[in-house]
């Protein structure tokens, strides 16, 4: 479907007309997304394409916009930076995309009440540089210093490798300012009431579980146009004196810091250093990390990758270096952790409290990984994340399978299922031979600890048909494993899911463990969205699907 020449022409007058496009070129480059192929007919690397792509500058403008595709019937769908086929269109309803990056200003840094306030094409790097300025940071998600921090805040997971200290973006989010589906403009908690952005629950309308709850609506829900973060005392310097060459960039280690790769024998020993650090409340940034690359290869990679004068060609005859096997197994079940402290006593202090720690569990730190240089190097990469592109390092296409979050103890039930099944599904050949098992994860994606998960990366060749449906086959596998043994469906599940009908969709929601859920969320979207203008990745059950009676909410029950 076009646009009317019409609706067009009112488009351009609400943003400019160099700031409204239905040229198919450009059409075709939003809808070009990563995963794509995964989800779509024939392995297509194409979502649906919008009907037109528009810029809006200011809230009063995407109002507008909203207003104008109720009237016309026209889906709307915003994109800020873009992680994954969800920031695009979903079905081929004729859908406006809005893409939010005109609107890209720090509004304001409160430093005494530790708040930001930003617009939606803020990137975290951005925000991050001028906090840091003031002694303070940011909460930067797994998805990289490149993207947006108000889609994750608002409309989507908002964990990652900080978020055990400073808190993932679910939680830093404070008041905030929303175009719903309808074209009304919402200002929640203390915004609401006129009192300044520091608290999104009141005494002004609270609405962050309807906004986004666990993961978010993943832009189905409406825009969000401007939200307050908070922000995390940094104890470092506030100018880095980065250092090295592309890509291989070093950051020096301040005397209040210490950066390590920790590693134990099994994961029963996982799981109680976990639960120590928990207990004693140690720890910065705290990710597992740099076994994305592949448990076999991950060592000779990120020591290639530190290493300007080699390239990814090199890495076959590095893991064969003398020590390297030994490298290999030391650092086998290991992650990333570097600890901050207010002063010199103190960070001293957590070390030799570390220390006893990995004495109990029989851990130890890695010593060729606290060496300068690739100490440094992991100071960099995860006070920064600036090196997310590493995903689709080996063939260009990857996919995150498992990811179920839960207690360290419950996780480790399924590390060995996740693994099995990368094994087993690997042997066709089809999909890449990069070093095998690669469970990444944050230590913890609440703030304190205590819930944790790890992601199976698997990479394969997306300009290959028949890598990608081996692809598609593993995530298909990977749901069966984890229903088997009885563990929820993991990240997989979130992406199969854009491939299905509705009809699909409806009966595996009534089939979910509280599908009620999703009738409250249908009664939500009638009242907000009564034209149905976003899109299906807010989840809802139509009125006449019928939800099994032992599912049913005992208030409910007749």
């Known amino acids: 479907m076009t646009l009317s020449r019409e609706t067009y022409r009112q488009l351009e007058d609400i943003v400019g007309a160099e700031n409204v496009s239905d040229d198919p070129v450009v059409l ?46 026209i889906k709307v769908k915003p994109l800020s930076t873009g992680w994954y086929h969800f920031a695009a269109p979903q079905s081929d309803a004729p859908t406006l995309q809005l893409d939010m990056r005109r609107m890209d200003r720090i509004l304001e840094i409160d430093e005494k009440n530790l708040i930001a306030v930003i617009e939606p094409y803020v990137i975290a790097a951005q925000l991050q540089a001028e906090t840091l300025k003031l002694g303070l940071n940011i909460n930067i998600t797994g998805a990289g210093a490149s993207c947006s921090v108000l889609a994750s805040s ?47 629950e009141g005494p002004g309308p609270s609405v962050r579980g309807i906004c986004r709850g666990t993961i978010g609506s993943r832009g189905g829900m409406g825009v969000y146009t401007k939200c307050a973060v908070k922000l995390t005392h940094w104890p470092g310097p506030t100018e880095w004196k980065v250092r090295g060459t592309v890509p291989a960039y070093r950051l020096p280690i301040h005397e209040h810091f210490r950066v390590y790769t920790l590693a134990v024998p099994s994961w029963d020993a996982w799981a109680d250093l976990y639960y120590q650090i928990y207990d004693n409340e140690l720890g910065y940034v705290f990710h597992r990390q740099f076994n994305l690359a592949g448990a076999d290869l991950a060592p000779a990679f990120w020591l290639m990758y530190n290493d300007h004068t080699k390239t990814l060609n090199d890495v076959e005859w590095m893991a064969q270096e003398p020590g390297m096997r030994e490298l290999t197994e030391e650092m086998r079940i290991s992650f990333q952790f570097i600890m901050a402290g207010r002063s010199v006593r103190d960070i001293e202090l957590q070390d030799r409290i570390l220390d006893a720690i990995l004495a109990e569990v029989g851990g130890w730190k890695v010593k060729r990984f606290a060496e300068e240089d690739m100490a440094e190097f992991t100071n960099m990469y995860l006070q920064r994340l600036g ?21 360290p103890d419950w996780v480790k039930g399924y590390i060995p299922i996740a693994s099995a099944g990368l094994e087993r599904d690997a042997a066709s050949g089809l999909l890449v031979q990069c070093g095998g098992d690669a469970m990444m994860g944050s230590g913890s994606g609440f703030p304190g600890g205590g819930g944790t998960g790890l992601e199976q990366f698997v990479s394969y060749d997306p300009n290959d048909r028949e890598s990608t449906k081996a692809a598609v086959r593993h995530m298909e596998d990977a749901v069966r494993d984890a229903t088997s043994y009885g563990f929820p469906p993991g990240k997989e599940a979130l992406y199969l899911e854009l491939s299905k009908t509705d009809e699909q969709v409806w009966a595996s929601l009534a089939a979910a463990n509280q599908p009620a859920v999703f009738e409250f969320q249908r009664k939500i979207k009638e009242a907000l969205d009564p034209n149905n203008i976003g899109d299906r990745l807010y989840s809802t059950l139509p009125a006449d699907r019928t939800i099994p009676a032992d599912k049913t909410p005992a208030t409910d029950r007749r």
């Not at 997304?33 to 809006?56: G, N």
């Not at 009304?184 to 009431?193: A, D, N």
Request: hydrophobic share 40%; charged share 15%.
């Open 387 to 407: 090196h997310k592109h590493i995903n689709y390092v080996w063939a260009g296409g990857y996919i995150g399978s498992w990811m179920q979050v839960g207690t």
């Open 28 to 73: 075709d480059a939003y809808a070009f997304e990563v995963l794509a192929d995964l989800v779509r007919p024939e392995q297509s690397h194409f979502m649906p394409r919008p009907v037109a792509v528009i810029m809006p500058r200011t809230t009063e403008e995407v109002q507008t916009i909203v207003r104008l595709c109720n009237r016309h019937r």
């Open 154 to 200: 608002c409309a989507y997971a908002g964990q990652g490798p900080m978020a055990y200290w400073m808190g993932g973006n679910a939680e830093n989010l404070l008041a905030l300012e929303w175009v719903t589906p309808a074209g009304e403009i919402v200002r929640t908690g203390s915004l609401g009431s006129g009192d300044g952005w520091f608290c999104g």
